[in-house]
């Protein structure tokens, strides 16, 4: 970035085309496409009352709760939460969604994303350069480690996509790329070792609050760099640390539900309701 003095998305945007062989305008078209599915199905999780197996869909409630004088954090965050919320909604019930960088961590982009639209004035231009920093982090973190629950836990899933959020924000900000990487390593630093407990092997409990977390911790992160906090632990450092720490994870705590919030009495004993068979509302 600095050799060619590219922000951090505009850098992922350049190196992207160049492996796939297309121009520029050509990735940044196909990135579109992803953008459009990732904001869509925040619009259609809020619309759902059905289609989970053991939560009841609330994304609705607590936007509208983020909009009432009765909110102890409103604003961005929260807004930013209930939406990640909606998109995991839709994921869990058989929708359209796009895995950013998996499924189960759907959530946290196009609700970072859909704040920076709705909330902070930024068009869809704008949106695409944040998310080719965010898919610049991704890369980054794929080189050296891996998004599997089974072998990191779920900071290799949620977590990363905390941390690609944070860089989204920091670019969509004007940050620098530097910027963006200690944004998005300081995300990371801060869930290092959050470990995958499905609750009855469904990617609801608790990864649909998780999701919603991630998208809100990611504005702190990035206002806290962008106001001069000081990571002294680079990103590429940080990942080869999430990855030495999920190795290190048992197994009962890596995606097999035998273990953690999965293992508890309260969660063993929930009956999960028949699914609507991927139906959309």
Not at 52 to 80: C, E
Not at 165 to 181: N, Q, Y
Not at 226 to 237: A, C, I, K, S, Y
């Amino acid at each position: 970035c600095r050799k060619h003095k590219l922000s951090l998305g505009e850098a992922a945007l350049r190196c992207e085309a160049e492996l796939l062989g297309v121009s520029e305008k050509e990735a940044d078209a196909l990135m579109q496409r992803r953008l459009d599915v990732m904001l869509c199905s925040v619009g259609a999780g809020f619309k759902r009352n059905d289609g989970l197996r053991l939560l009841t869909p609330t994304a609705r409630g607590i936007y509208k709760h983020s909009l009432s004088a009765k909110a102890l954090g409103p604003g961005a965050p929260l807004k930013a939460a209930a939406r990640a919320l909606a998109a995991m909604q839709e994921n869990s019930a058989g929708g359209l969604v796009c895995a950013a960088p998996t499924a189960g961590s759907a959530g946290v982009m196009p609700g970072v994303l859909l704040t920076l639209h709705e909330d902070l004035g930024h068009n869809t231009d704008a949106l695409r350069k944040a998310l080719w920093a965010a898919g610049g982090v991704g890369w980054c973190f794929a080189s050296v480690a891996t998004f599997a629950a089974e072998v990191g836990g779920c900071q290799v899933e949620v977590g990363i996509a905390g941390a690609m959020a944070a860089a989204a924000l920091v670019e969509s900000a004007g940050g620098t790329p530097e910027a963006a990487l200690d944004a998005a390593a300081m995300s990371l630093q801060n869930v290092m070792g959050l470990v995958c407990d499905p609750v009855q092997g469904f990617v609801e409990l608790p990864c649909h609050s998780r999701n919603a977390a991630a998208a809100a911790a990611a504005f702190t992160a990035a206002d806290m760099i962008l106001g001069g906090w000081r990571n002294l632990v680079p990103f590429d450092e940080t990942a080869k640390a999430v990855l030495a720490v999920g190795h290190m994870l048992p197994r009962e705590l890596r995606s097999t539900a035998l273990g953690g919030l999965a293992a508890c009495p309260s969660a063993c004993a929930l009956c999960p309701r028949e699914c609507d068979g991927g139906k959309r509302a």
